[in-house]
């Protein structure tokens, strides 16, 4: 068994330099690539951390062997394969001589230059010797005309008579006379869920002009899944039947030709109840669907007609939510990459739809490497993939078990609760006030700023005399993030339930100082509301929320001197920047 790597760092200065150099060659130290690697907050909505300070997309073993600095023979063999699939790459799309050997020069200096570290991770070589075969080889489609053949042919297939003949038989269905319809039912639906998971390791089908004959198809749907896999993902389907959630599947894939049989499947999911968010890669990666094939090729775009398409890599919790609770069962996003699966480099979007679905589905062999290491994800993963013709493996992930997970009914009812109590007291004549202060702005004063909002909070209510003071401090859980607070509080906020909205100023701060009989520090003294990229957001609601509610007040900081703050920080309980 692989030992755990040793991730915290302050003892040995060697390994330490060695350690920060491997996340800084590889580009994956949020602190050196802040607008490319996920922060520690985006990357908790994927990976489960338990408290250490760093994640690397790849096995332990390998991670193991670059630390102590004898990763050569994983290293050499994984950097070959890379390299034969670069070249071949090349060699195929690229038709002029010198055009072809000035890329392939030019490649083998790149090769060599980043390979001779040994530090580098093979799926962040292949990342960057495909970016300059992209940028340079002037092609908008690499690969483009290939990946349409092989989906014509596998859609080709789907609508055949033998696919029919086979997907339709009624062999394999065990009834007797006390079976139940719905039991009938059940049955029909993971009959033909296995069926088309066994077709879909029929790579011939979608390789060859001519389809596979007919023994050949009966003989790959009698094959095998593994049953451990199967076993679980069939009783979990059973329950989405049995009508207990309406669940949503995060399905990361997939790859020509098989991506037609993995919307054949989304449709069988979405029959039995499921929402799925399909999600592609951003640009060119081999035979992997990107954004560019969906707007390109004709088979795509007739068989996700209805789908909801969206291009939008930093969507919000509540524009991600809205959206899956639209009428469209088929959410399309792009995982921002043009590699395999890497939780470190993924969208935002992606990030948080990893986070709202209740299980996600990988059918991606290749990003089966950074799932070979002690990191639990957040949400259970089901990874479904070929190991040849009739024969599919289905490996489950369990989540990490102390994940902690906020429904959108959860938040919905959290919010919900305390705009029924507050409406109560403002029917026994007591005014609402909602106080908006500086959370988590002040990287490393989250916990100063908490009694900075408590001190203030109870001076207000010992002041003021029927009003409910709303101290968002106070209904903090363990296990919120930003994305979770925001959300609830939105709720509340836009219920017309305030009569007074107030936002911290300079003055309130300096007044919680002295009642704590300290002095204001450097970090606290000029701060205000408007340093806080929260309370920016809750001006723009407070403002909106006025002109329905003119007679609701406003009291703090003008508008004008919130401007500044224009992002927040995705889940995080600081801001990321100040404009």
Same mark, same amino acid.
């Given at each position: 068994?692989?030992?755990?790597?040793?991730?915290?760092?302050?003892?040995?200065?060697?390994?330490?330099?060695?350690?920060?150099? %491997?996340?800084?060659?590889?580009?994956?130290?949020?602190?050196?690539?802040?607008?490319?690697?996920?922060?520690?907050?985006?990357?908790?909505?994927?990976?489960?951390?338990?408290?250490?300070?760093?994640?690397?997309?790849?096995?332990?073993?390998?991670?193991?062997?670059?630390?102590?600095?004898? !990763?050569?023979?994983?290293?050499?063999?994984?950097?070959?394969?890379?390299?034969?699939?670069? $070249?071949?790459?090349?060699?195929?799309?690229?038709?002029?001589?010198?055009?072809?050997?000035?890329?392939? &020069?030019?490649? @083998?200096?790149?090769?060599?230059?980043?390979?001779?570290?040994?530090?580098?991770?093979?799926?962040?070589?292949?990342?960057?010797?495909?970016?300059?075969?992209?940028?340079?080889? $002037?092609? $908008?489609?690499?690969?483009?005309?290939?990946?349409?053949?092989? &989906?014509?042919?596998?859609?080709?297939?789907?609508?055949?008579?033998?696919?029919?003949?086979?997907?339709?038989?009624?062999?394999?269905?065990?009834?007797?006379?006390?079976?139940?319809?719905?039991?009938?039912?059940?049955?029909?639906?993971?009959?033909?869920?296995?069926?088309?998971?066994?077709?879909?390791?029929?790579?011939?089908?979608?390789?060859?002009?001519?389809?596979?004959?007919?023994?050949?198809?009966?003989?790959?749907?009698?094959?095998?899944?593994?049953?451990?896999?199967?076993?679980?993902? !069939?009783?979990?389907?059973?329950?989405?039947?049995?009508?207990?959630?309406?669940?949503?599947?995060?399905?990361?894939?997939?790859?020509?030709?098989?991506?037609? %049989?993995?919307?054949?499947?989304?449709?069988?999911?979405?029959?039995?109840?499921?929402?799925?968010?399909?999600?592609?890669?951003?640009? *060119?990666?081999?035979?992997?669907?990107?954004?560019?094939?969906?707007?390109?090729?004709?088979?795509?775009?007739?068989?996700?007609?209805?789908?909801?398409?969206?291009?939008?890599?930093?969507?919000?919790?509540?524009?991600?939510?809205?959206?899956?609770?639209?009428?469209?069962?088929?959410?399309?996003?792009?995982?921002?990459?043009?590699?395999?699966?890497?939780?470190?480099?993924?969208?935002?979007?992606?990030?948080?739809?990893?986070?709202?679905?209740?299980?996600?589905?990988?059918?991606?062999?290749?990003?089966?490497?950074?799932?070979?290491?002690? %990191?639990? %994800? @957040?949400?259970?993963?089901?990874?479904?993939?070929?190991?040849?013709?009739?024969?599919?493996?289905?490996?489950?992930?369990?989540?990490?078990?102390?994940?902690?997970?906020?429904?959108?009914?959860?938040?919905?009812?959290?919010?919900?609760?305390?705009?029924?109590?507050?409406?109560?007291?403002?029917?026994?004549?007591?005014?609402?006030?909602?106080?908006? !202060?500086?959370?988590?702005?002040?990287?490393?004063?989250?916990?100063?700023?908490?009694?900075?909002? &408590?001190?203030?909070?109870?001076?207000?209510?010992?002041?003021?005399?029927?009003?409910?003071?709303? &101290?968002?401090?106070?209904?903090?859980? $363990?296990?919120?993030?930003?994305?979770?607070?925001?959300?609830?509080?939105?709720? *509340?906020?836009?219920?017309?339930?305030?009569?007074?909205?107030?936002?911290?100023?300079?003055?309130?701060?300096?007044? !919680?100082?002295?009642?704590?009989?300290?002095?204001?520090?450097?970090?606290?003294?000029?701060?205000?509301?408007?340093?806080?990229?929260?309370?920016?957001?809750?001006?723009?609601?407070?403002?909106?929320?006025?002109?329905?509610?003119?007679?609701?007040?406003?009291?703090?900081?003008?508008?004008?001197?919130?401007?500044?703050?224009?992002?927040?920080?995705?889940?995080?309980?600081?801001?990321?920047?100040?404009?």
């Amino acid at each position: 068994m692989t030992t755990k790597p040793i991730l915290h760092t302050g003892t040995d200065p060697d390994r330490d330099a060695w350690f920060t150099n %491997f996340f800084t060659e590889n580009h994956l130290a949020f602190e050196a690539f802040p607008d490319v690697v996920a922060s520690p907050e985006q990357l908790s909505f994927i990976v489960h951390m338990e408290g250490e300070p760093y994640y690397y997309p790849c096995s332990d073993e390998l991670f193991n062997a670059i630390m102590e600095k004898r !990763a050569d023979l994983l290293l050499n063999s994984s950097y070959i394969r890379i390299w034969g699939r670069i $070249e071949g790459l090349v060699r195929s799309v690229l038709d002029d001589p010198y055009r072809q050997q000035y890329l392939m &020069n030019l490649l @083998t200096i790149k090769y060599t230059h980043e390979t001779a570290s040994r530090v580098l991770l093979p799926s962040r070589l292949e990342k960057r010797l495909l970016r300059v075969f992209t940028n340079l080889s $002037e092609i $908008e489609r690499p690969l483009g005309a290939e990946r349409e053949m092989q &989906n014509r042919r596998a859609f080709r297939f789907l609508h055949s008579q033998l696919f029919h003949e086979t997907i339709n038989s009624h062999e394999g269905l065990m009834i007797d006379k006390d079976t139940t319809l719905d039991e009938i039912t059940q049955q029909i639906y993971l009959l033909r869920l296995r069926r088309m998971l066994l077709l879909s390791s029929m790579e011939s089908i979608w390789n060859r002009d001519q389809p596979p004959d007919g023994e050949a198809v009966r003989g790959a749907v009698a094959g095998s899944i593994s049953a451990e896999g199967w076993e679980w993902f !069939a009783g979990w389907l059973r329950g989405v039947m049995a009508g207990r959630n309406a669940p949503y599947i995060l399905w990361i894939g997939g790859r020509s030709g098989e991506i037609i %049989f993995d919307l054949a499947i989304i449709d069988i999911l979405i029959d039995m109840g499921v929402k799925v968010i399909l999600a592609v890669k951003q640009a *060119f990666f081999y035979d992997s669907i990107s954004f560019a094939d969906l707007l390109e090729d004709p088979i795509l775009d007739e068989l996700l007609a209805g789908a909801d398409i969206n291009t939008d890599l930093s969507m919000s919790k509540k524009a991600l939510l809205g959206k899956l609770r639209s009428d469209a069962k088929l959410l399309v996003i792009s995982d921002g990459t043009l590699e395999q699966f890497n939780p470190l480099l993924t969208s935002v979007t992606f990030a948080r739809a990893f986070k709202e679905a209740d299980l996600v589905i990988n059918r991606c062999p290749g990003s089966e490497e950074c799932m070979k290491n002690h %990191f639990q %994800f @957040t949400r259970d993963l089901l990874s479904i993939t070929r190991l040849e013709e009739g024969s599919v493996r289905m490996l489950l992930r369990r989540r990490h078990p102390r994940t902690v997970r906020f429904l959108e009914q959860d938040l919905r009812s959290k919010a919900e609760t305390l705009i029924f109590m507050v409406n109560i007291e403002r029917q026994r004549g007591r005014k609402i006030m909602f106080y908006s !202060a500086i959370v988590g702005s002040i990287p490393g004063q989250l916990e100063q700023a908490k009694k900075i909002l &408590n001190v203030f909070v109870a001076h207000l209510r010992n002041t003021m005399d029927n009003v409910v003071i709303i &101290n968002p401090g106070e209904h903090f859980e $363990e296990g919120m993030d930003a994305d979770d607070l925001m959300y609830m509080w939105e709720i *509340f906020q836009r219920s017309g339930m305030i009569d007074i909205w107030r936002f911290q100023t300079v003055q309130d701060i300096e007044k !919680a100082f002295a009642l704590m009989q300290m002095k204001v520090p450097p970090e606290w003294t000029g701060k205000d509301a408007t340093y806080s990229t929260g309370c920016t957001k809750e001006m723009e609601i407070a403002m909106d929320m006025q002109k329905k509610y003119p007679e609701m007040q406003i009291i703090g900081p003008p508008w004008e001197r919130f401007l500044r703050r224009k992002e927040y920080g995705v889940g995080k309980l600081y801001d990321r920047v100040l404009s």
